[in-house]
């Protein structure tokens, strides 16, 4: 079942997201950020929850953009299932389901990012219709 996060999927959403960030160092996921997300009505932090056990997840925001009218864009970031489990169709049903928001909220368009390195992910998201091709992502960190 595919639900938002509550804050005592912290833990579990921390252990997804150390399997996605292998290099940094510095990963935590606090209950209170996970309540403050669900506050927020253009963000949606999502889990595959089976039987009690968070399978995968993804963060799905709405932004406002100035060229679009009053349609959103979407941007989905950190999108990933535990590795024993790709293959079974969580991870698809978790970008439809974030598709369908998206959808219901106008958004003219869906962004998402992907390190460079994850190429079964890329082709993960080729299948599902998103297009790479003349795009690239740039960002900047920006530190205290």
Do not use: W
Request: glycine share 8%.
């Amino acid at each position: 079942m595919i639900r938002e996060a509550l804050p005592q999927d912290a833990a579990a959403i921390e252990a997804l997201y150390r399997i996605l960030l292998p290099d940094q160092q510095e990963v935590h996921v606090s209950p209170l950020r996970i309540s403050q997300i669900a506050g927020n009505p253009e963000s949606f932090l999502y889990v595959y929850d089976v039987a009690g056990e968070i399978t995968g997840t993804l963060h799905l925001h709405l932004c406002m953009d100035a060229l679009s009218g009053d349609r959103p864009i979407a941007v989905i970031e950190r999108v990933v299932t535990a590795p024993q489990l790709r293959g079974k169709g969580y991870g698809t049903e978790l970008m439809r389901y974030a598709e369908e928001t998206a959808a219901s909220r106008g958004a003219l368009k869906i962004m998402l990012s992907s390190n460079a390195r994850r190429v079964e992910a890329h082709h993960f998201y080729t299948q599902l219709g998103y297009d790479g091709n003349g795009s690239r992502l740039f960002k900047k960190y920006m530190n205290e």
